[in-house]
């Protein structure tokens, strides 16, 4: 909570905080002293009823902040072969970053939640958009989409190999990461937007052409 506090201090304009909830380790932390002795201390039954104490408890404190909770699919499905549900509540109050690659929004989006996609394999860009996550596809009248996100992982990845090959498209790992944030921006504000592929192109290019000019005005070698 006092972690949490000074974060938000910190970062006041924001409207969210991300509490987590994926990699977990529950297969260590289900071996601990300490978890056994909590467990028969409340009189929970198991490490799933404590990541869901836990993930309500988090949102508690978010929320005293006047903040949304955002917080990975896993706080509200489960993990590594364990799955808990979440009291009704959180539908309303946590919003979910589903990016799991297989078709599980669907199921998160039935219980009540909105969701924001994080897109594994984003495929081709004219049949890629927000509703389309990880195998679901979503009906933009029935489910509700906050928007899109990628994970630092996926987009840095090949930039990340370029520093060692060189010939990267996207440049070093920093550069290449601001770049590629332009990639799926219009799938998400204009789903249902019909993509030209080269007019989208070129487009982009000359997004990435400003970007370069506002972003990187000088260029440090070591």
Not at 47 to 68: C, D, F
Not at 71 to 76: G, K
Not at 118 to 123: A, I, K, Q, S
Not at 171 to 191: A, F, M, Q, V
């Amino acid at each position: 909570e006092e972690i949490i506090n000074d974060m938000c201090d910190v970062f006041k304009s924001s409207p969210y905080f991300h509490i987590g909830g994926e990699d977990s380790y529950l297969f260590e932390i289900v071996e601990l002293q300490k978890t056994k002795d909590y467990l028969q201390k409340t009189g929970m039954k198991n490490i799933e009823a404590v990541m869901v104490q836990h993930a309500m408890l988090m949102n508690t404190i978010v929320r005293k902040h006047g903040k949304t909770t955002l917080a990975w699919e896993n706080t509200a499905s489960g993990a590594e072969g364990r799955q808990w549900t979440l009291p009704p509540p959180a539908k309303d109050e946590i919003i979910l970053m589903t990016w799991i690659p297989y078709p599980t929004t669907e199921g998160l989006q039935n219980q009540g939640f909105t969701t924001i996609t994080v897109p594994w394999d984003t495929g081709a860009l004219a049949a890629w958009n927000i509703y389309a996550c990880n195998g679901c596809n979503l009906d933009p009248a029935k489910h509700r989409v906050l928007g899109a996100a990628q994970t630092i992982w996926h987009m840095s990845a090949s930039a990340l190999v370029g520093d060692h090959l060189g010939g990267d498209l996207n440049g070093s790992s920093t550069e290449g990461y601001i770049r590629s944030l332009c990639d799926r921006s219009e799938r998400s504000w204009e789903p249902m937007r019909k993509v030209d592929e080269p007019e989208y192109k070129g487009r982009l290019a000359a997004t990435r052409a400003l970007l370069d000019r506002l972003l990187f005005p000088v260029k440090i070698d070591g």
